[in-house]
């Protein structure tokens, strides 16, 4: 059920805008604590990310450390292709290069996961907002045309963490906080308990 919000969000960039929610959100369930999993193999990063075009000039900025950190060359870091989008902060995104079908910034040392952009800030005292892909921080709900929404993942039932944990609203709650502001997070709030209720 598509529910229209009380008022336009932007996000802290002007874009993207959220105008409407899809409810699915306050029903769907996916486990959420990616750091504490250990059955997923890190499956969602195989095919790379949308990266915001605001936060591919952050990290071309910081390319020769995040080389250094990494070991990964700074022009292996994206495919050459440029999307225009007007809803990406800057105007577009380039999608992040894959190495053995995994995106290039996974961490696949043995014993090791999760993504080295998000390590690189938090050795380096950096909000990782400032670098990693805001797809990716706001994963498993993701925005198109204003609608606030699952990931298609999450539709077509491919995510491997489905079904248990907390509600993808939940799980991805203070991300939006971050983007949106506490105005949003108080509407939905409001449509998920109006939403539960309805439910019971």
């Known amino acids: 059920m598509i529910q229209s919000l009380s008022r336009e969000y932007p996000s802290r960039y002007g874009v993207p805008v959220l105008r409407r929610v899809d409810a699915e959100i306050f029903e769907r369930r996916a486990f959420g604590a990616c750091m504490e999993c250990g059955h997923c193999g890190d499956s969602c990063c195989f ?7 605001l936060n591919v000039g952050r990290i071309l900025q910081d390319a020769d450390r995040i080389t250094a950190f990494t070991g990964i060359r700074s022009e292996d870091f994206f495919l050459t292709q440029t999307t225009k989008d007007a809803e990406f902060p800057g105007g577009g995104f380039v999608r992040t290069n894959t190495v053995n ?22 050795q380096n005292g950096i909000d990782y ?16 045309d204003g609608l606030l929404h699952a990931m298609d993942e999450v539709i077509d ?8 944990g907390p509600t993808l609203y939940r799980s991805t709650r203070e991300e939006l906080q971050y983007y949106f502001g506490s105005a949003l997070i108080e509407e939905l709030d409001a449509l998920e308990r109006s939403f539960l209720s309805l439910a019971e």
């Open 47 to 53: 095919y790379g990310v949308d990266v915001d075009l």
């Open 101 to 122: 079908g995994r995106c290039i910034f996974l961490d696949t040392g043995p014993g090791r996961r999760g993504c080295r952009l998000h390590a690189y800030c938090l």
């Open 157 to 164: 039932g491919s995510l491997a963490c489905l079904g248990n």
């Open 129 to 144: 907002h400032e670098r990693k892909p805001m797809v990716s921080s706001l994963f498993p709900v993701t925005f198109d």
